[in-house]
């Protein structure tokens, strides 16, 4: 199937057989689709929560507009950005860089000194925002990438962040969560969106030529 036919068929799934899993296998295809999402500067500024641990959803339930979505995938997928850039991570990926290409630490010093300075120049609040809109284009390609194996997903960002941030821990590793993919089996009986058309713009109302 190609690109379009996969985006056609996917949905935002509102129910999940429970008790049915995605295979590690496609897990990893998801994940590997997320990771190799680009990113502004190549800085990859979040991390890809993987939950499989059926205690850890429960405690998420409550806090979720859609409780039973949480409760029975097979994993959810939180997106979760740094919660500020700073020189440090910076240098740290440049590293990465520069050890991986062959070339001399500091061969991209002129750039990383531009992009320090100006997202010194930025408030946390302004820099968090830019960061999550990069996670963003990462679950769009981890939602096609669902598609193009078939497993059922549903893209959420109706759930209480707090909540997630406090059980995850994720202040001690330095980051706050974004939006999430509930991936599972999707339950045909109770997937009450699942039969119904799906609704876009028309080509002719979305795009605006020049
Ligand atoms: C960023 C984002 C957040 C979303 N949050 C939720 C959500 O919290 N709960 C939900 O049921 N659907 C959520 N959706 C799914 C959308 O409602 C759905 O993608 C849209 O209605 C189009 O339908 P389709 O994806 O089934 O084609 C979200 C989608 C996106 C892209």
């Known amino acids: ?19 049915e899993t995605v295979s590690q296998e496609n897990i990893d295809k998801i994940v590997e689709a997320a990771r190799l999402a680009p990113t502004s500067s190549g800085l990859q500024p979040f991390r890809l929560l993987v939950v499989e641990d059926q205690d850890i959803k429960n405690k998420l339930v409550k806090g979720a507009l ?9 994993h959810v997928l939180i997106f979760a950005g740094w919660k500020d850039y700073s020189e440090q991570k910076i240098d740290e990926v440049y590293d990465m860089t520069t050890d991986k290409r062959g070339l001399p630490r500091g061969r991209f010093s002129s750039y990383t000194d531009q992009l320090k300075a ?5 408030s946390a609040e302004e820099n968090f925002e830019h ?35 406090e059980v995850l821990e994720l202040d ?16 045909p009986e109770r997937d009450w969106v699942g039969s119904m058309a799906k609704v876009r713009l028309p080509t002719e109302d979305f795009v605006i030529n020049y």
């Open 66 to 74: 859609n409780p039973e979505c949480m409760q029975e995938c097979s």
């Open 172 to 187: 001690k590793l330095g980051l706050k969560s974004i939006a999430l993919i509930y991936v599972g089996v999707a339950d």
């Open 118 to 122: 100006y997202v010194g120049s930025k």
């Open 131 to 165: 960061i999550a809109r990069q996670a963003y284009i990462a679950m769009g390609l981890a939602l096609a990438q669902a598609a193009e194996l078939k497993v059922d997903s549903c893209p959420a960002e109706g759930f209480s962040t707090d909540l997630v941030d």
């Open 1 to 19: 199937m190609s690109l379009l036919e996969d985006l056609n068929w996917r949905h935002a799934v509102k129910a999940f057989k429970p008790n």
